[in-house]
């Protein structure tokens, strides 16, 4: 039987249009161990230097969760630097993918985004989500903090909501707040509506100038040419952090609630 830090996929598709669907699944609520994040990396590079896709849709399976966030079972397994570093770049490397990835990416958020998730939906390009979809930056409560997605989710919504969701790490913040704050480009009450809509938009951009939306995403992401060296210096944060008493112990208690 396989441990949680071994379950877990990705799968994609393309359609006749040029449009992409890359789908990431773990049977703990979405929550992504190292295998399945850098999986997805590889998926979203490869997918996007596909000469035949156009645009590209990032979802997840189920209904109520997007992405919990980092897998437990693995962070509470670290007991080396390397090893926390290597574990935390797993964000670092999908949201690095999504940034250079020359194709337009839009995001399916279903559901509740924690922590990594609301670092993946900040780093695709256009983002509809179901009111079912509050955000969380819970890295606080276990003992470490938001480093890693820290910058994808500040270039979405600003430092001051960014940094309202790291300190108040426990706290629930409504789909309706994320909307406001520039995460999310529209609500919809389920997700059969907002597959519509996604369905809509990839079309549209299916039948765009290929050029010009490559163009247009460099200009978006202009600023973050650091990024492959800072997120990784972040994620050795984290990968300090995560090896203190504190940390362990924040992490085990929240396992067992």
């Not at 819970?138 to 994808?152: C, H, K, N, Q, T």
Request: proline letters at 2%.
């Amino acid at each position: 039987m396989e441990t949680a830090i071994e379950q877990g996929s990705v799968e994609h598709t393309i359609n006749e249009k040029g449009i992409a669907s890359i789908e990431f699944f773990h049977p703990l609520s979405n929550s992504l161990p190292g295998k399945v994040l850098n999986k997805l990396a590889q998926t979203i590079t490869e997918v996007g230097q596909n000469d035949a896709v156009k645009v590209i849709i990032l979802r997840s399976k189920g209904d109520r969760t997007f992405c919990a966030g980092a897998s437990f079972d693995e962070l509470i397994s670290i007991n080396d630097l390397d090893t926390g570093k290597e574990f935390f770049s797993g964000f670092a490397k999908v949201i690095n993918a999504a940034r250079k990835c020359p194709k337009f990416i839009i995001g399916r958020v279903q559901g509740k985004a924690v922590g990594g998730g609301v670092g993946m939906a900040s780093a695709v390009d256009f983002c509809y989500a179901t009111t079912f979809a509050a955000v969380k930056l819970s890295e606080l409560a276990v003992g470490i903090g938001p480093f890693v997605v820290g910058p994808a989710v500040e270039r979405k919504v600003g430092t001051s909501a960014m940094s309202m969701m790291a300190i108040n790490a426990t706290e629930w913040y409504s789909a309706e707040w994320a909307l406001e704050k520039g995460l999310y480009a529209e609500l919809f009450d389920t997700a059969e509506a907002m597959d519509e809509a996604i369905d809509a938009l990839a079309n549209k951009l299916a039948a765009s100038n290929p050029e010009a939306m490559s163009m247009l995403k460099k200009v978006f992401w202009e600023g973050t040419e650091n990024w492959d060296d800072l997120l990784l210096e972040r994620a050795a944060m984290s990968g300090k952090l995560v090896l203190s008493d504190f940390t362990r112990n924040a992490i085990n208690a929240f396992k067992k609630k």
